[in-house]
């Protein structure tokens, strides 16, 4: 059954163009072309990321954010209160005016009380400013590091200036060692971020196209 499913997963009509086959991609005469099991080393660079992500933050980021006189706010703490924070949990952080009158008998507090603590208790969950200057300069220092990578492997390569050549031998087109690592950096980054989502500094989502992101490739 997993031979089946194997197979269905891999069906070439499914992966490649009309005519092609796998045997067709297969490394011959010098040349090497691009291969799915290449996919595997990005989870372990994945994970290295991780670590040289930790390094940069704690002893370039936080130095830098000292030398730019970047402070935190003071924030307040909301007064430990079990009732407010149970329905904080597990309710809303926004609650209605209803709620807040309900929380108000509850917790033996005022309305304005219950308002002032959910305020500031959602300014507790807010992310540090330290934090956000330490994420942005690794995400900043990355995406400078892989465009002057990419323009340095790509712009002796005769398709940076003649995009016909993008398609000289389509659809077998071999990979070039700068080609495997530029991608396989790229998305070993992009997984890395995947890993950290939980922990990033949640973002809104931007305008779609290219105002909206970041756009990689070497063409």
């Known amino acids: 059954m997993f031979q089946t499913l194997y197979s269905y997963f891999w069906w070439e009509r499914l ?69 407010l924070e149970r329905f904080y949990a597990a309710t809303s ?13 509850k917790s033996g507090c005022t309305v304005r009380q219950v308002e002032r603590w959910f305020r500031r208790r959602r300014n507790q969950d ?28 790509i712009v002796d390569k005769p398709w940076f200036y003649d995009l016909r050549e993008v398609w000289k031998g389509y659809p077998i087109q071999s990979v070039l060692p700068s080609q495997y690592w530029y991608y396989m950096i790229e998305l070993s980054f992009y997984w890395s971020l995947l890993f950290s989502i939980a922990s990033d500094v949640k973002r809104k989502v931007g305008t779609p196209g290219w105002a909206g992101g970041h756009r990689d490739g070497l063409g």
């Open 93 to 105: 952080k926004h609650p209605k005016q209803a709620d807040v009158e309900m929380l108000s008998k």
């Open 15 to 83: 992966w490649l163009p009309a005519n092609l086959t796998w045997a067709d991609l297969e490394d011959r005469d010098g040349r090497v072309y691009a291969k799915a099991s290449d996919l595997y080393i990005t989870l372990p660079l994945a994970f290295l990321f991780l670590v040289v992500r930790h390094l940069f933050e704690t002893y370039v980021a936080t130095p830098l954010a000292g030398l730019l006189n970047v402070k935190e706010k003071v924030r307040l703490k909301a007064t430990p209160n079990a009732v």
């Open 126 to 153: 807010r992310p540090s400013l330290l934090k956000k200057f330490r994420e942005a300069s690794w995400r900043f220092t990355f995406y400078l590091i892989a465009f002057i990578a990419g323009m340095a492997v």
